[in-house]
């Protein structure tokens, strides 16, 4: 059966309509949803008998609470959710001083390949529906303490971009669950048609995974460079009004050797010239039959030191829940997929 929760009030419309229930009913069943949070069809009390009825013979709620959880010493949580057979995933709690923030999946695996990624190691298997998006948010147990999401779990969110739009229209809705997009974060590693409707057609906040400012070093790292240039990307981000409250980031993992020196500090000065945004720097975070390694702290503090001074806003990301492989790029269903098989 069909899940009702993840669906838009579009979506909620033809549903209504098919079950011939009037057509305020879809707002009805979409604060039942997203602002009541029911556990079953048969609490939406507005609802006729008989429509409720015609709805339960063809759809569920569609909640799926977590399979397990494990908590890292500095208080992160990685949760798993299992939404049937190969389509598991992780998402990180991450509590700090007076914010809650929940990372995301958008799939089961990736296909980009990063080379520093450990759930591109995985592969891909499935793009996550909405309903399974979102149910990352609904079955948390924090979820009410929760101030701010960030699509940078397992996934390339544009990848799956149909679905990611749905789940934050939801998140942001009036008829939804009314958060602002600031609380929203998006992130890419610069899919350029993706990411262009996405910036027409939302407003929650952009995060580019960078890396290197260099096209050739990037194509190492990053095999959709040679789909979608670095260059190209950064010209697609520059055409969009940066000035007010959305905000425009740059992930930057620091390598050893390969793009923390003074080349790449006055290059990335270059390319983001004129644009409002803010670099972040990340601590690499080892992973198996990789050559990468993690630039030293002082190279770290001294490289955000230097883009700072250059006017360039930078801010290093502190590592949390390296522990228990929550930490940024460690991610991964692989061996528990492997034992589905």
Request: glycine share 6%; hydrophobic share 35%; aromatic share 8%.
């Amino acid at each position: 059966m069909d899940a009702l929760y993840g669906k838009t009030l579009d979506e909620l419309k033809v549903i209504a309509a098919d079950a011939g229930l009037p057509a305020f009913a879809a707002k009805q069943i979409a604060v039942w949803l997203y602002h009541s949070e029911v556990d079953s069809i048969d609490a939406m009390t507005n609802i006729s008998k008989t429509g409720r009825e015609k709805l339960a013979k063809q759809y569920t709620i569609g909640l799926t609470p977590n399979s397990g959880v494990q908590e890292s010493t500095d208080g992160t949580k990685k949760y798993l959710f299992s939404y049937g057979i190969r389509r598991t995933i992780e998402a990180a709690y991450i509590p700090d001083e007076g914010r809650s923030t929940l990372c995301v999946s958008s799939q089961v695996g990736c296909k980009m390949g990063c080379l520093f990624c450990m759930t591109g190691k995985q592969g891909f298997q499935a793009h996550l529906t909405s309903n399974e998006i979102l149910n990352q948010i609904r079955s948390l147990p924090e979820k009410s303490i929760l101030t701010n999401v960030v699509y940078m779990g397992m996934g390339e969110p544009f990848d799956n971009l149909e679905n990611v739009l749905k789940s934050s229209e939801i998140l942001t809705a009036s008829w939804g669950y009314g958060w602002s997009p600031k609380r929203i974060t998006v992130s890419t590693i610069g899919i350029i048609p993706a990411m262009e409707e996405f910036l027409n057609k939302s407003q929650c906040h952009l995060a580019v995974s960078l890396h290197t400012p260099f096209e050739e070093e990037r194509r190492q790292l990053m095999p959709v460079n040679h789909v979608y240039p670095l260059h190209e990307v950064i010209q697609t981000i520059k055409k969009h009004d940066w000035t007010h409250q959305r905000r425009v980031s740059f992930e930057y993992i620091m390598f050893k050797g390969v793009n923390d020196d003074a080349r790449h500090i006055n290059e990335l000065s270059r390319i983001l010239h004129g644009l409002k945004c803010r670099v972040n720097l990340i601590r690499f975070h080892p992973i198996p039959d990789s050559p990468l390694t993690s630039s030293s702290e002082n190279t770290i503090q001294e490289f955000k030191e230097k883009l700072n001074a250059k006017g360039i806003l930078t801010t290093i990301r502190a590592s949390r829940g390296q522990d228990i492989d929550a930490a940024c790029g460690l991610l991964s269903t692989k061996e528990l997929l492997r034992k589905e098989s």
